[in-house]
């Protein structure tokens, strides 16, 4: 009858079926990720703390602990003011060519970042296309830093722009246009405007280049060199420490990396918890 009321069952999940799923996700992440991770911080300290803290403290590895942070100190604003400038281009303006930039964003995403490091060995080594051009000026780019951040920047340009870009389509050129009508300049609607209103996602995208940028592997292999204390961050220092045999000291280090990557998400879920309603807010603008 038309008049009866309709069962729910159809959109309603059963218990036995609610309580299946979050088993198999909970399954699920426990065997793939909290797992490796209890078993790397368990090998760090496999044989006491002694021997942990001599494996992060001795030369090469703070090497590579310094190497990755400079990496991440280059590489992260790059990525950053590139990222607002193309994300500001592309959700506010039409131009020809929009299309092929949106393309050549997410070309990273596509790319293995091992060919991305040989690229840039094509372009800058020594038998390369500028190779000799750079040898008689004596510039080192590939086997030094230079290339290491180089191959960092490609691999994580896409984070910023991709977390910024729906956000600033969503939001539209209302409030722009209104404080340009106002008598405010570029910079200041630009500061004053579009910053604020953007700020959580520009948050997120960094965090994100950030962790990208740290925990980078393909490409800065491909130009590093491998020169222990020279152009060995800590993911290529765990990799030769682990074919050395010395399985103490790199998980050791491997738990470095684990450190940060889980302060990183531990500062995401306190933003999130302590501003959650800002964020919501931002998101819907």
Request: one cysteine or more; a negative charge.
């Amino acid at each position: 009858m038309d008049g009866a009321p309709r069962s729910n069952d159809a959109t309603t999940e059963g218990p036995f079926l609610r309580f299946g799923l979050s088993g198999i996700a909970l399954l699920y992440l426990a065997l793939f990720l909290v797992l490796p991770l209890v078993a790397v911080f368990v090998e760090a300290f496999a044989k006491g703390f002694g021997p942990f803290l001599a494996a992060i403290t001795e030369p090469d590895a703070l090497s590579a602990v310094k190497l990755t942070l400079i990496v991440a100190a280059i590489s992260v604003p790059m990525n950053l003011v590139f990222g607002v400038a193309a994300a500001w281009a592309i959700a506010k303006y039409e131009f020809w060519g929009k299309s092929f930039l949106i393309t050549l964003i997410d070309l990273p995403f596509s790319v293995s970042p091992v060919i991305s490091g040989l690229v840039y060995v094509l372009l800058f080594g020594a038998q390369g296309l500028l190779g000799p051009w750079l040898q008689e000026h004596d510039i080192k780019i590939i086997f030094a830093v230079p290339g290491i951040v180089l191959a960092t920047i490609f691999v994580t340009f896409p984070f910023i722009a991709r977390e910024l870009i729906p956000l600033m389509q969503e939001q539209g050129t209302s409030e722009e246009e209104a404080a340009l009508s106002l008598g405010a300049s570029g910079w200041q609607t630009f500061w004053r405007v579009t910053l604020p209103n953007i700020r959580w996602g520009l948050l997120y995208g960094v965090l994100l280049c950030n962790a990208r940028a740290m925990g980078e592997f393909g490409a800065v292999s491909v130009v590093s060199g491998h020169v222990r204390g020279l152009t060995n961050t800590m993911p290529l220092h765990v990799e030769i420490l682990y074919n050395e045999y010395n399985f103490t000291a790199s998980f050791a280090v491997a738990s470095l990396l684990a450190l940060l990557a889980l302060v990183t998400l531990v500062l995401k879920s306190v933003l999130e918890w302590r501003y959650g309603d800002e964020i919501a807010a931002s998101a819907r603008h």
